[in-house]
């Protein structure tokens, strides 16, 4: 019987939508549909962004789809693709039941934590800040509930020293979705024949994060606090410390810094209408 992969649509968006591709078209599963979210108008200067699976799509000749809503006409288009299944990785919009339902084998979804823990929006940076030591990714069969469907399979991280904070938002999240990947595959594999079966969620275990959009301030003093939340938050939303100068209280976003020995060292930083610098220069030139 055939691998379901070979007959797929994908939907996906962000970086690590791309490296799920890459990982599947190695295995020899290229999708037969990219569905991504539309292009967006960024930056001061207007310039239009793609996601980073449509580029992934044009440097591999995979034709793209990106609806600004799933409604009944995504719905047609899609149907019209007659894939054998949908994957989602890391999409970035609810797909609704009536396009769930569209293809033989439903949808399944590469979810970065071990299901029913950390549902919702911010599972890679939740498991950062928690300091969790068992971090791991699910393969789920969807339902119309977010990140609620049947468990197809699931591996927790083995991480040396049983934490995370040696890992920020991108390395953990790069990690996570390349072991997904591989579940993706051999789970789908088995399904087919008749191997395994997805298992219902204990929704008595179940735990919920929060969309994480807005810059958190640090507090040094708190550093391994302020050191988890660098590494959740520092490459995507922001960190910021507030430091007491002669002209006042000043805001400095934290670009880089380190952890060590107990103390949260800051090692580059922006301050408001100026350009990055070691946060060393910054201190110097307050005296």
Same mark, same amino acid.
């Given at each position: 019987?055939?691998?379901?992969?070979?007959?797929?649509?994908?939907?996906?968006?962000?970086?690590?939508?791309?490296?799920?591709?890459?990982?599947?078209?190695?295995? %020899?599963?290229?999708?037969?549909?990219?569905?991504?979210?539309?292009?967006?108008?960024?930056?001061?200067?207007?310039?239009?962004?793609?996601?980073?699976?449509?580029?992934?799509?044009?440097?591999?000749?995979?034709?793209?789809?990106?609806?600004?809503? =799933?409604?009944?006409?995504?719905?047609?288009?899609?149907?019209?693709?007659?894939?054998? &299944?949908?994957?989602?990785?890391?999409?970035?919009?609810?797909?609704?039941?009536?396009?769930?339902?569209?293809?033989?084998?439903?949808?399944?979804?590469?979810?970065?934590?071990?299901?029913?823990?950390?549902?919702?929006?911010?599972?890679?940076?939740?498991?950062?800040?928690?300091?969790?030591?068992?971090?791991?990714?699910?393969?789920?069969?969807?339902?119309?509930?977010?990140?609620?469907?049947?468990?197809?399979?699931?591996?927790?991280?083995?991480?040396?020293?049983?934490?995370?904070?040696?890992?920020?938002?991108?390395?953990?999240?790069?990690?996570?979705?390349?072991?997904?990947?591989?579940?993706?595959?051999? %789970? =789908?594999? %088995?399904?087919?024949?008749? =191997?395994?079966?997805?298992?219902?969620?204990?929704?008595?275990?179940?735990?919920?994060?929060?969309?994480?959009?807005?810059?958190?301030?640090?507090?040094?003093?708190?550093?391994?606090?302020?050191?988890?939340?660098?590494?959740?938050?520092?490459?995507?939303?922001? &960190?910021?410390?507030?430091?007491?100068?002669?002209?006042?209280?000043?805001?400095?976003?934290?670009?880089?810094?380190?952890?060590?020995?107990?103390?949260?060292?800051?090692?580059?930083?922006?301050?408001?209408?100026?350009?990055?610098?070691?946060?060393?220069?910054?201190?110097?030139?307050?005296?």
């Amino acid at each position: 019987m055939q691998h379901p992969l070979k007959n797929y649509v994908f939907f996906g968006s962000s970086s690590f939508s791309e490296l799920v591709l890459e990982k599947l078209f190695t295995k %020899g599963f290229p999708p037969k549909l990219i569905v991504t979210t539309p292009p967006a108008i960024a930056g001061r200067k207007k310039q239009i962004k793609t996601t980073e699976a449509m580029k992934w799509a044009s440097s591999h000749n995979i034709e793209v789809f990106h609806p600004t809503t =799933l409604d009944l006409n995504a719905a047609e288009t899609l149907k019209k693709n007659e894939a054998e &299944v949908f994957i989602v990785a890391a999409y970035g919009k609810i797909v609704p039941k009536n396009i769930l339902d569209l293809p033989r084998l439903r949808a399944f979804n590469i979810h970065p934590s071990m299901l029913p823990r950390y549902r919702g929006p911010s599972p890679i940076q939740s498991q950062i800040l928690d300091d969790e030591d068992k971090p791991g990714v699910s393969i789920i069969k969807m339902d119309e509930q977010v990140d609620h469907g049947p468990i197809l399979s699931q591996k927790e991280l083995v991480i040396e020293e049983k934490n995370v904070q040696n890992y920020s938002y991108t390395t953990l999240g790069k990690t996570l979705f390349e072991i997904g990947s591989d579940l993706l595959v051999e %789970g =789908l594999d %088995g399904l087919t024949k008749g =191997l395994v079966k997805p298992v219902i969620q204990n929704e008595t275990k179940a735990t919920f994060t929060k969309k994480l959009d807005a810059p958190l301030a640090l507090n040094p003093e708190n550093a391994k606090d302020a050191w988890l939340k660098f590494l959740a938050l520092g490459e995507n939303v922001g &960190v910021y410390i507030l430091v007491n100068t002669k002209k006042g209280v000043q805001r400095l976003n934290v670009n880089r810094a380190n952890y060590k020995d107990g103390t949260f060292i800051p090692l580059r930083v922006t301050p408001a209408g100026k350009k990055e610098m070691p946060y060393e220069d910054f201190l110097r030139g307050q005296h």
